[in-house]
């Protein structure tokens, strides 16, 4: 990832803002992206003004190291670190048209670990619909294996030593100007638009050991 360091700066999005239309609105996009990760850099960079110390770690070691932060620094850097490394994974696991599959070794071990795709599908829906309130829905790998969890707020499966391969936002504001209350409806848009082929490159990077390298 680029700007790994403080200072951070909003990167732009690498497509245009209409380019997940129709399964995902632009003024959706606009906000997320511009003004709710605008938000998260902003207060990241602010904690780190004031946590010189912290200004060396990159954003993952940040997330990774947030037990072993100063107490008054950990809920900062869990909600704003988070929130910066969150959004910057989800955009860029969308992409439109996409592959509507994986393929390769990650289609084979989603294949063994849940069945079949439509099994991992339903599960991964499953998992984005019972996050109650606001959080993602993820795809890991940990010892090995691939798995489902839930994230809530901007808490990121790397404080839990997991490996992040693909995430749903199921923030409100990630749907709610198209999708209004209907959350089992964005679930469904958000699938026409997985970027499998970046879910496969950090699927790749695991099996690598390059995962932890930080
Ligand atoms: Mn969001």
């Known amino acids: 990832m680029e700007n790994n360091f403080y200072p951070f700066v909003n990167l732009p999005l690498p497509y245009e803002l209409n380019a997940m239309e129709p399964f995902i609105d632009e003024k959706t996009m606009y906000l997320h992206h511009d003004k709710h990760l605008q938000t998260y850099i902003d207060n990241l960079n602010k904690v780190l003004t004031e946590n010189p110390g912290l200004q060396a770690l990159s954003l993952e070691q940040l997330i990774a190291n947030i037990p072993r932060l100063p107490k008054a ?18 955009f860029e696991g969308l992409a439109n048209p996409s592959e509507t599959e994986p393929s390769g070794k990650l289609q084979q071990a989603i294949c063994a670990g849940f069945g079949n795709m439509e099994k991992f599908y339903g599960a991964l829906k499953s998992a984005g619909l019972s996050v109650f309130g606001s959080g993602y829905a993820w795809l890991v790998a940990v010892r090995g294996r691939l798995q489902i969890v839930q994230t809530a707020n901007q808490n990121c499966p790397l404080e839990q030593s997991m ?44 099996l690598k050991g390059k995962g932890f390298r930080f």
Do not use: C, M, S, T
């Open 73 to 90: 620094v950990q809920k900062p850097v869990r909600n704003n670190a988070g929130g910066v490394y969150n959004h910057r994974f989800y």
């Open 163 to 206: 490996f992040p391969i693909l995430a749903v936002d199921v923030w409100e504001h990630a749907y709610y100007l198209k999708h209004f209350n209907v959350r089992a409806a964005y679930l469904d848009d958000w699938r026409q638009v997985v970027n499998w082929k970046k879910a496969e490159e950090r699927y790749n990077e695991y």
